[in-house]
Every structure is written in C-alpha cells, then in structure tokens.
RNA sequence: GGACUUGUAGCUCAGUGGUAGAGCGCUUCAUUGACAUUGAAGAGGUCAGAGGUUCGAUACCUCUCAGGUCCACCA
C-alpha cells in the first residue's frame, strides 16, 4: 500500500463497482423493509454548488439503511426550473445580442431545450464523483411525458374539484421578464422615494406614484374623517394634466387619516388596496400601464413612456400647472421587486389560473397536527404551519414558454374554458364550437415540483407508453409507488420550505390522500469560513468538486456534516476540508500498519471479517484488548442511535475522534510491540467493524480498504452494518 | 409591524440540568518502519448581560443588549 491515500486512484473505479453491481437498487435487499429519498431535483442548466452536495446528508442515511438492510431507494432528478432556466437562457441570448422576441415559441423552447441538454450530463457526472449512491436508472425529469401527464391530470382533478379558478386579479408582474409571479417570488425591499402632494380638485393628496393618476377611478377618504366627510358619495371635477376629469369620491375605512392628507386616490388598476376597494365599490378599472412598462393610450400625450420617465416627467408637468404643492424627499417605503432581476414589480390587472390554497392547505396542517410529518429540527413545524396558514391562492400561471403548458382551451365563439388532462379538445363543450385556442402560458415550476414525490414513483410503473387519460389502474400498477409511498425522508435547505415543502405536502396528500414523506429534514445553508454567503459577486464561492478533486470526496463530505447541525447554517473552509483530507490519510494509514503487520510476520498473519463482538472477547487476553472491544462496541451503539436520531454530526465527530485519538494514537500504539495471531484478530476485525461504522460517511476509501482486507468479491456497501449485542 | 434564529477558546462551530468540547490556528518538544496529510505535552473560555426556577444552569423561563434570516397591501 502506498504512504498517502490517493483518493485519484480510487473513486471512479470504486464508484463503477458500487454501480455494475447493482448495490444503488432497493432489489439488493429484496425482502428489506422499504426505505426511501427522492432527491430533490437539482435545476437541469445549473452546475453543482455546495447547496447541492448536502445531498451527503441523504447519502449517509440511504447508505445506513442498506446496510441495516432496508429495501432501499434514492431517487435521482432534475427540475426544468421554468423561469430559472429561461432567465439564463434569455442572458445568454442576450450576449450574442438577441432576445427572446427574435424567436416563435416552438423555435425558442427547443433552443432552451437543447441548452439545458447540454449541460444535463455534466451534473448526474458531479452527483456520481461525490459518491451518491443514486438509482440511475429510475432518473426523472421534470419534463418527461409521464411527470407531463401526471401534471396535468392532477390539474384536471383539482379543477373539476373547482380548486383552481381563473380569475382577472392583480398580480405581480415583471415586466423586464415578461411573466407573473406568484406572492412567493416577489422580494420586499425598504426605499427611499418622494411622496408628492398633488391637487386634486378641493383635495390634496399624497402619492409615490404620480404616473397612475390617468388610472384613478375614485378618490376615498375616512369614512369617518370630519374635514371630508361631506364629499363622501359626490363627484368632484378638475382640470388634469390631460383634460377634464371627474371622480367620485368614497368612504373605506382602509383610508388611513393620519397618513398624508387623509385622502388617497383610488387606481384599482395598479395597486393591490386600491384593487380591493375598487371591487367594494364597484369602481371601473383603468390600465394606464402596459405589460411592456410602458404607459398605455389611455395616457394621451405620455402614452408609450417608460414608468420612471413617466414619473418624471408627469411630476414636472404636474410642477408646472400649479397642481404640485410640495414633496416629501425623505419618505421610505416597501416594494415588490422581482427577486431574479431585482426590478420593481407592476401590479398589473391578469387574468391567471389560480389554486384555491385553502383548502389543500387545511388537510396538510392536520396532517401535520397529526404528527403524521415529523420535522427535524422541530421549530420548522411551526414554520410550516405559519405558513400553511397564511397562504393566499397561488397563482400558478408564468407567461413563459420553457414549462409544461397548462392543458386549457377557450372557445373562440363562447369565450369558455375547458381544461383537459392534455389532450386537445375536438369542440367546446359549451357552444360546440371547434374554435378553441390553447393558453399560451405554462405551469410555475413548484406546481409541478410540487407533485415529484408521487410523480416520480408512479411514473415508474414499467408501462412505458400509457394513454391519456391515464386510468388509475395504470397508476395502480406501479409497484415502486406502492411499495416507497410515503417516502421516508424528505431532506432539502431550510430555505425552500414555503416553496415546495409546503407545497408538496399539500399536493401530496391532495392527489394520493397521504403525506408525502413522513420525515423532513431541513439543512442549513453552506457559507463560507466566515459565515457569509456564498455569492458570485463576493467571490467566495468554493466549488465542491473542485474541493473533492484537490481533496477527496470522502474529505469533503465529512466537511459537511462535521460540526454541522440540522438547521443551522454551516461555515466551510478548505482547511476545514483538508483537515479532513488528513483524517482520510490516518484511516489510510491504520489499514497499511495492520497490512504490513501481515506481509512481514512469518508465519503470515491472517485478516479475518465477521467474528462477532463476543467471539472477539474470547480471543482477548489483555486487559487493553478487552476494554477496546467493548468501546467499540459502545461506539456502534452510539453511532447507529445518533443516526437514527438524524444526528449525523454527532455520529461523524464520534468516529473521528474514536478512530483518530482512541483506535490510532493509543490502541495501535499499545498493540505495535506485543501482535500476536489472536491480537492481530482483534485488531483488524475491530477497524473492519469502524469501516463499516465509516462507510456512509466516507465511502469511497472505506470500500477501497475492505476490498484489500477483505480478499473475496464482497462489497461494504452491501456489507450488514455492526450491531452491537 | 410580525415570526424565527444566533451570541461557547484567536477563527469557524458542536454540545450537555452537575463546575466546558472539536476542527483550524498558536507554544514547546519528539520523530529514519502505519502516518510530517505525524505523535506527545501545553496555553487559551466568570459558555453576551441581568433576573428567576432548581440542591445545582452555559443548558429551562423572563427581560436587556448585539447580530442574522424570513414574512407583511400602508397610498
């Protein structure tokens, strides 16, 4: 064996084995009780960063469960990431100096299509030199017909359930990306922004947003402000920027007097208060800003102006005609901005397929109450639940075409709807009328992230082509939904909780009336040695693969979890990792001692695997030697409890220090001058037991090690895991 | 405005109702056969502050101070 373990050697090819020989299917322990993760997809486009290699987490626990084992199966997949993907896309366009206004919609799908093709090779590559053991053959994509179909039915379904309406309402809207987002996307920042008193008739009233006033349609005060309560129900007329106008003014108790002059003008178009109150007064609506961001032609001479030109220049006329008194510069203020692009959101009036959340929303809560889903750590319950709670209807429409396009037609002649489970509709339902055009718009990607957990286990059903619609003994027959629904573990960043948790569990137990998954738990996010995020424009971004070529994948895992706990954000650092890298050379280094030992002593020493831990004390003659026996076992005790606990951290830190300052610095030394044939036993049959103990945490140079001592074709990944008596 | 969260050795962080741990760093010494990607010894912390519960708190409760994150329709 050489000095220094060179991981170089050794990954790739242990890896193949580990995959030639099936050790990554649940059927290696066919009788097993079932264990399953599915992975949460990774976006198709998107290179690994060290978000992605806490999948270690699911690693280490998948790799224990087979060990113990489990029927046991990990799930690999990516996500298109609809908007995501096609914001990149739309940047690289934008480097070679085109749009996506250059293209149709069939002709830029299929160019994000084969963008995202050629990067999807590169991520299942990286996933594999980190040494997860994922069932490659069960791969899913978002955007595979059977996931499509799946999609759709269960939009159907909730649907004819009347949990999804379309509805004209105001919503947040980019109008540099073009799509809708849902209140989830939108990122609130504080600014600072002038707040101008204009003249309204016998009024004056405050407002940031000059530019609408050609889309007010009321003016409201307090209904029980005393300075205006005599205007409340009249009309007023003055004289605009662009003419004569007339408004009604109206009494909502959402007026607050204190603020401004009390009064407030109502553009029901543009703002989602204003919205509301012009529903309660039945105040017609005026869209002054198109979805271009520009001012429409109900602005006369503006029309065609960008919304901050228009502010501008609106104020000044404003200044000009005597209608401005003053302005308030040091106002602050929230607003929505779009949290890819950073700019500012228009409220803009939309008509949008929107999922009733309450509801679907109400079981996942009991759900929860149940304790049907246990959190880990716990205080995220409460997170869920929060949020469960407070979540308005989800707009689930994007007006992008990279996504799975949602299967509804109107009628041409009758202007209804109908929804199908994708195929197209050979008439109108209503009016007969074979004039039907499909929407243009697609799914937002967690509606259909949202449904993975079932989605991918049905869809594996080995009936390759099923029809549509498909018929529920198509989806009974797929044994791996049977057999791993609910899945076991759901672990993914603390980060994501309201945007697919939450949503899977609601979707999960709405379509197959169960939980998704019985078990989440959260990790922190991974920022760097001084616990700031890692960011591209900070520049302390660490690749992991770069850090498992430099220093081993087994150095980098156990980065992860060491002195990580569930929840909390993790600090990394390559000493950190190299600190590792060295712990990986003493494993190394124990394995050459007790194979020199063997080579050099005549009569040759002999490796022995599977004496049990009672059939060791046997053999044990010194007191040293007992002792080590039964800390080891003590140790398996430990180890395995904090696993099944989810404590991975406590469990790694424990086989470090036992292996490194127990095993090494004082057995090894204490056995070095007195090896015979028995002690030799106990030796290596005790490292075999902490290789095993290691396995799921740094596989790699564990099997490589096994496979030395272990003279026949035995894998450790399918090795039985120690238990102690 | 609300919710959550953190404050432990120089740095990054674990941890526990019984007078504190790891990694990295630091000091001194050792070392030609498992390993310098090493070993031994060591320095270094009134576990943010105040009060309470307790026989006993760094750990549980309350408050204060200081960070962080997320949510929120105030023109």
Not at 141 to 149: A, H, S
Not at 608 to 618: D, F, G, K, M, P
Request: proline share 5%; with cysteine; hydrophobic share 35%.
């Amino acid at each position: 064996m050489n000095k220094i373990y060179n991981h170089k050697e050794v990954e790739e090819k242990i890896y193949k084995k580990w995959e030639d020989s099936g050790s990554f299917k649940p059927e290696v322990n066919p009788n097993g009780q079932p264990y399953s993760i599915i992975l949460p997809p990774p976006n198709a486009n998107a290179p690994l960063h060290f978000g992605h290699a806490m999948y270690v987490v699911e690693d280490i626990l998948v790799r224990f469960r087979r060990m113990m084992g489990h029927a046991t199966l990990w799930l690999p997949g990516t996500d298109h990431a609809g908007f995501e993907t096609q914001f990149v896309f739309e940047r690289e366009l934008q480097r070679e100096g085109k749009s996506r206004f250059d293209y149709d919609r069939e002709k830029l799908y299929q160019m994000i299509w084969d963008f995202v093709e050629s990067n999807r090779g590169e991520m299942e590559k990286q996933l594999k030199s980190l040494g997860f053991s994922l069932d490659w053959d069960r791969m899913r994509f978002t955007l595979d017909p059977e996931i499509i179909k799946i999609v759709y039915k269960t939009f159907k379904k909730l649907y004819d359930d009347e949990l999804i309406y379309r509805d004209l309402k105001l919503i947040n809207f980019c109008t540099h990306d073009g799509t809708s987002f849902s209140d989830l996307e939108v990122k609130h920042i504080e600014q600072k922004d002038p707040l101008y008193y204009m003249r309204y008739g016998p009024f004056s009233l405050a407002t940031v947003r000059p530019e609408t006033k050609f889309g007010d349609t009321a003016v409201a005060v307090h209904p029980d402000d005393k300075r205006y309560k005599k205007y409340i129900g009249k009309e007023i007329e003055f004289e605009s920027l662009i003419g004569r106008v007339k408004l009604k003014v109206i009494g909502d108790s959402a007026v607050d007097p204190e603020f401004g002059t009390g009064v407030v003008k109502v553009t029901p178009s543009h703002d989602f208060n204003d919205f509301e109150m012009g529903k309660r007064h039945n105040l017609p609506m005026r869209q002054v800003i198109g979805f271009d961001g520009r001012l429409t032609s109900l602005t006369g001479k503006y029309k065609g102006l960008k919304v901050a030109e228009a502010r501008r220049i609106v104020s000044e006329d404003l200044k000009k005609e005597g209608l401005l008194e003053k302005i308030d510069e040091r106002y602050t203020h929230t607003v929505a901005t779009c949290y890819k692009c950073g700019r500012v959101l228009e409220p803009l009036p939309l008509e949008q397929w929107f999922v009733k959340v309450k509801p679907l929303a109400d079981a996942a809560l009991n759900a929860i109450k149940k304790g049907e889903i246990k959190f880990i750590p716990k205080r995220f319950e409460k997170t869920a639940s929060t949020w469960l709670e407070n979540f308005h209807d989800w707009n689930i429409s994007r007006q992008l075409v990279w996504g799975i396009r949602i299967p509804a037609w109107k009628c041409k002649d009758c202007s209804k709807w109908t929804v199908t489970e994708g195929m197209v509709p050979e008439q109108c339902p209503n009016c007969k009328s074979k004039e039907l055009v499909q929407d243009t718009d697609t799914f937002d990607t967690w509606f259909s992230s949202g449904q993975w957990p079932y989605a991918t286990l049905l869809s594996q059903s080995r009936i390759s082509n099923f029809q549509l619609p498909i018929s529920n003994e198509d989806i009974n027959i797929s044994q791996d939904f049977k057999k791993f629904y609910p899945t076991s573990v759901m672990e993914t960043g603390y980060d994501i909780l309201p945007w697919w948790v939450v949503r899977m569990i609601m979707l999960g137990i709405y379509e197959t009336g169960k939980v998704p998954f019985k078990t989440v738990y959260l990790h922190g996010l991974v920022r760097d040695q001084k616990g700031k995020k890692m960011s591209k424009s900070r520049g302390n971004v660490i690749n992991p693969i770069d850090m498992a070529e430099k220093y081993s994948a087994d150095a980098v895992r156990m980065a992860l979890i060491f002195g990580a706990s569930a929840g909390n954000d993790l600090s990394l650092s390559e000493d950190k990792i190299r600190g590792m890298r060295n712990f990986t050379n003493k494993i190394w280094n124990i394995a050459r001692f007790i194979d020199l030992k063997r080579e050099t002593r005549n009569p040759k020493l002999e490796i022995r695997n599977n004496l049990t831990i009672e059939q060791l004390s046997n053999l044990a003659t010194t007191q040293t030697d007992k002792e080590m026996i039964k800390l080891v076992e003590e140790l398996v005790k430990r180890t395995t409890k904090h696993i099944e606990k989810f404590e991975l951290n406590l469990a790694a830190e424990g086989l470090y220090e036992f292996m490194w300052h127990e095993f090494a610095d004082k057995y090894i030394e204490n056995v070095k001058g007195r090896l015979d044939k028995d002690s030799y036993i106990i030796v290596n049959t005790l490292y075999l037991i902490l290789l095993r103990l290691l396995h799921p945490f740094m596989p790699f140079i564990t099997e490589e090690i096994f496979g030395k001592f272990s003279g026949n074709n035995s894998l450790l990944i399918t090795e039985k895991w120690p238990k102690a008596e």
